[in-house]
């Protein structure tokens, strides 16, 4: 099956610390993957769309100065929180279209603490 | 506005029985939905989808069910085993490749 990874599973920063979250299509190319965020008890938020070789479309009310998204390539993207706050202390999980399928396969998730 | 509804914080039942998970939606424009499972601080695993063309589909001891015309689809699960017990995530999209929109998710338990 199509396989997502994701990393760092859990990282603890200090406040105004950048942390950047690396997520990789293993087994097969995304031309499109996206990033979630998910508050506890809560469903899964979408915060962009990050398409190779271009610029991500964020969702209303994400600051995209804050989250920035790179698609460097069909098998990585990477969401960067730069100066952090204790209020960016979330889980954030990727996604990842497989090609010839209308299906997204997740990343493992990253659990962010900013102190 | 929520777009995909799962109305039922939570389910319990009974290990061999069957488990059904509702989910409604709003927007006529969605024309494919999936099914997720989710465990505590994992991310969502990919369990079923369909297309709006078909009403049913089936894999396993998985089974949706769409009906168009009311917005509704439900996740058949039979027979049920402990280890299903997880929140269930349905989602919906408008596009092939488009972003999806999911429900608030239902906390299923099965109990041995």
């Known amino acids: 099956g199509a396989v997502v990874s994701q990393h760092p599973s859990w990282v603890i920063c200090k406040s105004g610390t950048s942390v950047k979250i690396e997520c990789r299509s293993l087994d097969f190319q995304a031309t499109t993957m996206f990033w979630y965020r998910q508050f506890p008890k809560q469903s899964l938020m979408l915060m962009a769309t990050s398409n190779e070789g271009s610029k991500a479309t964020y969702e209303q009310g994400v600051e995209k100065d804050k989250f920035l998204i790179n698609h460097a390539s069909l098998t990585l993207s990477t969401l960067t929180v730069t100066s952090a706050h204790p209020e960016d202390s979330s889980f954030y999980i990727c996604s990842a279209g497989a090609e010839a399928k209308n299906i997204q396969y997740f990343g493992a998730g990253t659990r962010l603490s900013v102190l | 506005d929520q777009q995909v509804k799962q109305n039922s914080p939570s389910l319990s039942v009974q290990e061999g029985r069957i488990s059904i998970l509702n989910c409604d939606y709003t927007n006529s424009m969605f024309d494919y939905f999936l099914w997720y499972k989710k465990y505590p601080a994992e991310g969502p695993t990919f369990l079923i989808s369909?297309?709006?063309?078909?009403d049913k589909n089936e894999d396993g001891r998985f089974t949706v069910f769409l009906n168009k015309s009311a917005k509704h689809l439900s996740l058949h699960i039979v027979p049920s085993q402990p280890g299903d017990s997880a929140v269930y995530f349905c989602?919906?999209?408008?596009?092939?490749?488009?972003?999806?929109?999911f429900g608030a998710g239902t906390i299923l338990r099965v109990k041995s």
């Open positions: 989602a919906a999209s408008d596009g092939y490749g488009n972003k999806l929109v």
């Open positions: 369909i297309s709006s063309i078909k």
